[in-house]
């Protein structure tokens, strides 16, 4: 698995990213809370300071999970009961309190893992709902047998609403996965792409929309 971990303090930061590595995981750090919103995706599990130069990690907890439930562990200086219970509360799904055994870190992240992540192997390369059938493979999406044209665009905003079929998907989520950062992308770009493809699918009521949260796939569309 690859982790990665956000961590302001030089040395700790070092002895973190050795530590990791050493487990044959890998590891890359960052300083700060919006290198972190930034680069998420690429990893399995988030290893989390609160003491971060530019964001309360606290926060960038929150907006993590806005886009992710990838493991996220808080690994801080902060131990009073008011913090911990705020981090857990936020979604993190372990918190530590320096300083810390690597060996018990270690333990905790591969535990963490285990417990939140699915198992099994490669994921599902085609989603078939109804009339639509999607190769994630191929890239390529037909209703009814008949192919869409779609944008590449459209295309992985389709696929992501698919492969959470029967669940919401917030705008925040969409943002993030497809131009990289849900908190400076522009909502009329999603606007304007989910348009194009509901007139391309041409199956009213087929995605819904959930106000004020985002939107849903029905699992099993009447």
């Known amino acids: 698995?690859?982790?990665?971990?956000?961590?302001?303090?030089?040395?700790?930061?070092?002895?973190?990213?050795?530590?990791?590595?050493?487990?044959?995981?890998?590891?890359?750090?960052?300083?700060?809370?919006?290198?972190?919103?930034?680069?998420?995706?690429?990893?399995?599990?988030?290893?989390?300071?609160?003491?971060?130069?530019?964001m309360d990690g606290l926060e960038v907890l929150r907006k993590l999970r806005q886009v992710t439930q990838s493991p996220i562990l808080i690994l801080t200086a902060r131990d009073d009961?008011?913090?911990?219970?705020?981090?857990?509360?936020?979604?993190?799904?372990?918190?530590?309190?320096?300083?810390v055994k690597l060996v018990e870190l270690l333990a905790r992240i591969e535990a963490v893992t285990r417990r939140t992540m699915p198992a099994g192997g490669r994921r599902n390369p085609s989603i078939q709902i109804g009339e639509l059938a999607i190769d994630l493979d191929r890239r390529v999406a037909e209703v009814a047998g008949t192919e869409l044209s779609l944008t590449p665009t459209e295309f992985d905003l389709l696929s992501l609403l698919a492969r959470n079929a029967g669940s919401v998907v917030t705008r925040e989520q969409i943002l993030d996965s497809?131009?990289?950062?849900?908190?400076?992308?522009?909502?009329?770009?999603?606007?304007?792409?989910?348009?194009?493809?509901?007139?391309?699918?041409?199956?009213?009521?087929f995605i819904v929309n959930v106000r004020g949260v985002g939107y849903r796939i029905e699992a099993d569309p009447q």
Request: aromatic share 4%; glycine share 10%; charged share 25%.
């Open 1 to 54: 698995m690859d982790v990665l971990i956000v961590e302001d303090d030089d040395s700790m930061g070092a002895a973190l990213t050795a530590a990791v590595k050493s487990t044959g995981h890998g590891a890359t750090r960052v300083a700060r809370g919006t290198d972190a919103l930034l680069k998420h995706r690429e990893f399995d599990v988030i290893l989390l300071d609160l003491g971060l130069p530019d």
């Open 81 to 99: 009961e008011r913090s911990v219970v705020l981090g857990l509360r936020s979604g993190a799904d372990d918190y530590l309190i320096k300083p």
């Open 178 to 205: 497809l131009w990289g950062d849900a908190f400076l992308a522009s909502s009329r770009s999603l606007d304007v792409h989910l348009t194009g493809l509901r007139s391309k699918l041409s199956l009213p009521g």
